[in-house]
């Protein structure tokens, strides 16, 4: 059974950037079983997909996102990481990392999310 | 790309009723549909994949079917803790992206 879980700064200054991190446990981080993503939630709002990752580094974004995102991994640690440059109050949202299985598209693990205010 | 739209978008029922979830794709998708279940504060639930398949430990009032453009959810009998948000989802072959339909909320009536 995969794990995740977010980290990283609750408040975040416009213009700033974002930094996000999610430990993957209970399963092989390395392997090609999973491709690692992130999707967001504004407040009283919907899902929207962020962008993903396969542990190898290959990576592909919300079109509408990817000039101002950046995923990575980070095998030795267990870790994926997104960063979103020039937040603005629309960023502000519940950030979750997710796994999908390379056979499938559905995103069958969730973490827990984290809250990400843009404000200064 | 490929939108999902998802009807109704708030959906009012008792204990015991049955309900259908509907989401249309603006073009067909297959079989490449997700639905999950979102509670309040809580990170979405995978409950269906690959428009029928349903998600292991899933209660069995839970099914999808449909395929192409339409496809549909329904919960034979409501139980309270169904009450929630439901997400469809699908992965657009290109653009490579993923895109979820907009959340139907379900309340007690």
């Known amino acids: 059974q995969v794990q995740l879980q977010e980290s990283g700064p609750g408040l975040v200054k416009p213009s700033e950037t974002l930094s996000l991190t999610c430990a993957v446990s209970g399963g092989s981080f390395s392997s090609s079983d999973y491709f690692w993503g992130w999707i967001r939630q504004p407040p009283g709002k919907g899902l929207e997909w962020i962008g993903s990752?396969?542990?190898?580094?290959?990576?592909y974004y919300n079109p509408s996102l990817t000039s101002r995102v950046t995923l990575s991994v980070d095998t030795s640690k267990n870790q994926f990481s997104l960063k979103l440059k020039s937040v603005t109050a629309t960023d502000t949202a519940v950030y979750y990392c997710?796994?999908?299985?390379?056979?499938?598209?559905?995103?069958?693990?969730w973490g827990q999310g984290s809250l990400v205010i843009v404000s200064s | 790309d490929i939108q999902l739209t998802q009807s109704p978008s708030f959906l009012s029922a008792s204990v015991g009723d049955r309900v259908t979830i509907t989401c249309r794709a603006s073009q067909g998708i297959s079989s490449f549909l997700a639905w999950y279940q979102q509670q309040p504060g809580k990170a979405p639930k995978l409950l269906i994949y690959?428009?029928?398949t349903l998600q292991g430990g899933v209660p069995a009032r839970f099914s999808g079917s449909g395929s192409g453009t339409e496809f549909t959810l329904t919960i034979s009998s409501l139980q309270p803790e169904d009450f929630a948000t439901y997400y469809c989802q699908q992965l657009n072959s290109y653009p490579r992206m993923y895109a979820f339909g907009q959340g139907t909320k379900l309340e007690i009536k």
């Open positions: 997710a796994s999908r299985p390379s056979s499938g598209y559905e995103f069958k693990y």
């Open positions: 690959a428009a029928s």
């Open positions: 990752i396969y542990y190898s580094g290959s990576t």
